[in-house]
Structures are given as structure tokens and as C-alpha cells.
């Protein structure tokens, strides 16, 4: 165990709702990343933050937000839903500096109809 | 968007026997990361790889560093039936992004 947790594990929702997604960072890591990982693909960066604030972002639409906490967990939000956004979202979190460890949550699952 | 190759996308192989799979890029990356993924799980760290032509071993597992820094790959040897999952190549970029490959996927006959 890697002493991330995603929460929830599961989730259904129906095109144009909006989802949060809760991540809790390792005890003493301050950066978490956010990952989107289609079936059959791999995982691809969404954004990061550090000290509450975005630290990069990948290919993704506006629509797709974030926060960080002060205790350093994270959510992922993703508003106006739509088929495609269905996928594993992952965080994974690390030390500031220390990207090359990367410690994933398992994931939760978002099915959109 | 940028993208990392991996191949081959699933291999079938008996248990004992050597698995290489490898990872190319058309960038170069100064980082180069080896993943598995079990069912349900996220993604492992196996390797870390940081400079062109390293080779680096963690048990059963031998990685390399490609000396062009586009390249890598993974062996494993001697498999066994625990090592079926998703294998993922990645490579570390500015800022703590990374950049993963398709993935290869091992299935282990006993």
C-alpha cells in the first residue's frame, strides 16, 4: 500500500453533472498530481498542485478544476460531465522536487451515461 | 500531445521464461520510469532510471537507460505468475509531469 486513498471508489453520473473526486496524499507529501487513465491507455497528466495552488496542467479543458488543502489532500472537479470524461482518475503523491516518486492512489472509477 | 510507444501491447509467454519489452520516444526525456498496474490498483513503481545508458536492476528486473535519451527497456526474467499486470513505461518531464506509455500487458502461463 502506498498510503494514498481516493475516495469515492466507484461513481456513475449522467452527461452535463458535475463530480468531485477526493484524494489523500502520503503522511509528508506536499505536490499531488492528477492522472486520467481511459481503458486500455495509459494514464495522462490532468494537473498538479503545490502549496494550494496549480503547478502545471496537461491537455485539459477548463472544465476540469482542482484544489489542495492546507493537510495537502486534494479534489478534482469536472464539470458539464460528457461520455468521454469516463475513465480511472488518479492522484499520486509526492515531495516537491521528487517527481520520479510518485505514489499512485488506486484510482476511482467515473462512468458517464 | 506528446507520446511514449510502447511495444509490444500484450505478450502471452509460459512461466520461467524472459519477457523484454521496450518504450521509444520522440523526445528526449532526462528521467525514464518503469510502472505496473494490477487489476484495480494504481500504477507501481519498479525502476528509476536518470542517466543515458544506465542499467539498473531491481530483483528479477533489469531496466535501461537508452544512450539517446528517446529509448528504454524492460526485462524481466525468469517470470512467474505474479508478474501478470500492466507494465507501463513513463518519462519524467519539467515539474514533475509524466508522460506514460500504451502499456504492455503480460499474461504468465503456469
Known amino acids: 500500500e502506498t498510503g494514498v486513498t481516493q475516495s469515492p471508489t466507484h461513481l456513475i453520473k449522467t452527461r452535463g453533472q458535475q463530480v468531485t473526486l477526493r484524494c489523500s496524499s502520503q503522511s509528508g507529501h506536499n505536490t499531488v498530481s492528477w492522472y486520467q487513465q481511459a481503458l486500455g491507455q495509459g494514464p495522462q497528466f490532468i494537473f498538479q498542485?503545490?502549496?494550494?495552488?496549480?503547478?502545471g496542467r496537461g491537455n485539459f479543458p477548463p472544465r476540469f478544476s482542482g484544489l489542495q488543502f492546507p493537510n495537502y489532500s486534494s479534489e478534482l472537479n469536472v464539470n458539464a460531465l460528457e461520455l468521454d470524461d469516463s475513465a480511472l482518475y488518479l492522484c499520486a503523491s509526492s515531495l516537491a522536487g521528487y517527481g520520479e516518486t510518485q505514489y499512485f492512489g488506486p484510482g476511482t472509477r467515473l462512468l458517464v451515461l | 500531445g506528446q507520446q511514449l510507444n510502447q511495444s509490444p501491447q500484450s505478450m502471452f509467454i509460459q512461466e520461467g521464461e524472459d519477457v523484454s519489452m521496450n518504450c521509444t520516444s520522440s523526445?528526449?526525456?532526462?528521467?525514464w520510469l518503469w510502472y505496473k498496474q494490477d487489476p484495480g490498483e494504481g500504477p507501481v513503481l519498479l525502476i528509476a532510471l536518470y542517466k543515458a545508458g544506465e542499467l539498473t536492476s531491481n530483483g528479477r528486473l533489469t531496466a535501461q537507460f537508452g544512450i539517446t535519451r528517446k529509448d528504454s527497456f524492460l526485462n524481466i526474467s525468469a517470470s512467474i505468475p505474479s508478474d501478470v499486470g500492466i507494465y507501463f513505461c513513463a518519462g519524467l518531464k519539467e515539474g514533475g509531469k509524466l508522460i506514460f506509455g500504451q502499456g504492455t500487458e503480460l499474461s504468465v502461463k503456469p
Open positions: 523526445s528526449i526525456f532526462n528521467t
Open positions: 498542485y503545490y502549496r494550494e495552488e496549480e503547478n
